[in-house]
């Protein structure tokens, strides 16, 4: 099949304005002809002053016509358009690629999970299979997989215990709006009886008595983030588990194509940092190795790992979401083994959710089909 129209779909979404970024940055957009789509925007026109290149008119996203005229369909809409849209298509008789950033079809059988510089073999067999479905992964999952890809190459991990740190943009663009406009809210309130002279107790009662009241806004979280957390993120699933914790352990044993499955658990929390994902882990080994034969797979699996020395100095200046946020740099660090035993490794990491956790994927894919 000889690729040419490429349609883009949500391009005007967080996610979506991070791709074509990425696309300007990379210059994907020479690889051939490509149709913006949208929702809301049709028949307006994107001239060069955007991403660098003229567009055209933007077309209707539920067009079919329009649609089904496209060799790959690349869309950041989320899942209620693609679950909608997909179907119809493929009952059309459309035999285009589908590449997808919502999490509707991740766990579908005819779906390839995608994360080329982990799974490029898995990519690879699907192509040759003759699959046409690819989808980006869990941010987290996406990002952990990354970050300790070297001990996963050599077959090291018996098992992974998670407890992430996940920021409001994993939630969406509205979220992150108003994490910010919680803070605002506090900040707000103090100002209007602030007393420099008062006691770090009495400033913590005035912050609280703010982010418990009714002023805060909490249409999208339902509840305080700014300075506070959530310790539950999307649906309650089985064994107690909430749905993101369950992506853990289905969607890393789907990117890898595990033989026998990595147990993968833990707990997802929401915190009040706007881009990052953060995460620590506890990983137990299926052999003791010297610790500097450990970093050293650690530090060459891929060339976005940067692994940070053990020492508190440059932790705090390096793996952090302040020093992350907006690179493709995957911080590794706290690397040390536990008091647990000699097989059980600690680490954390860090990484930007809409980058590597979100638009990379998808745009690496694209390149994928071209080359």
Same mark, same amino acid.
């Given at each position: ?50 991403? *660098?290149?003229?567009?055209?008119? !933007?077309?209707? =996203? #539920?067009? %079919?016509?329009?649609? $089904?005229?496209?060799?790959? &369909? +690349? ?17 059309? *008789?459309?035999?285009?690629?589908? !590449?997808?950033? =919502? #999490?509707? %079809?991740?766990?579908? $059988?005819?779906?390839?999970? &995608? +994360? ?39 077959? +090291? ?215």
């Amino acid at each position: 099949m000889q690729l040419k129209n490429i349609g883009i779909v949500g391009w005007r979404g967080m996610v979506g304005q991070v791709l074509m970024e990425r696309m300007q940055a990379e210059n994907d957009f020479s690889l051939g002809e490509f149709t913006l789509f949208s929702a809301s925007a049709t028949g307006r026109s994107v001239s060069g002053k955007m991403y *660098g290149r003229d567009f055209g008119k !933007i077309l209707d =996203a #539920s067009d %079919l016509n329009a649609l $089904k005229k496209m060799d790959v &369909i +690349l869309t950041c809409q989320g899942g209620d358009y693609t679950k909608q849209y997909y179907p119809m298509l493929k009952r059309e *008789g459309w035999r285009g690629f589908w !590449i997808d950033a =919502a #999490s509707a %079809l991740r766990m579908e $059988k005819e779906a390839t999970i &995608i +994360l080329d510089p982990v799974n490029m073999h898995v990519i690879k067999s699907a192509l040759q299979r003759g699959e046409t479905t690819f989808v980006g992964g869990n941010c987290t999952v996406s990002l952990m997989l990354m970050a300790i890809q070297g001990l996963f190459k050599a077959n +090291l991990v018996e098992w992974i215990s998670t407890m992430t740190y996940q920021a409001a943009s994993g939630a969406g663009a509205k979220n992150m709006e108003e994490l910010v406009a919680q803070y605002d809210c506090v900040g707000r309130g103090l100002q209007k009886n602030l007393n420099v002279a008062q006691s770090a107790l009495e400033l913590e009662k005035k912050v609280t008595g703010i982010i418990r009241s009714e002023e805060l806004p909490h249409e999208h979280f339902g509840h305080p983030l700014a300075y506070s957390l959530l310790p539950w993120i999307d649906s309650e699933y089985e064994m107690g588990q909430s749905r993101e914790e369950w992506k853990g352990f289905s969607e890393t044993n789907k990117i890898l194509q595990t033989t026998k499955p990595i147990p993968v658990d833990g707990t997802c929390v929401r915190v009040g940092v706007l881009r990052c994902h953060s995460q620590g882990l506890t990983i137990k080994l299926n052999q003791n190795l010297p610790l500097s034969e450990i970093e050293g797979m650690l530090r060459e699996a891929n060339p976005w790992v940067k692994l940070v020395p053990n020492k508190k100095d440059l932790t705090l200046a390096e793996l952090t979401p302040a020093a992350i946020s907006g690179t493709l740099t995957l911080g590794l660090g706290r690397v040390r083994k536990m008091r647990l035993g000699d097989s059980f490794l600690n680490a954390f990491t860090s990484g930007d959710q809409l980058l590597w956790g979100a638009a990379e994927p998808l745009r690496r894919m694209l390149r994928i089909l071209f080359e």
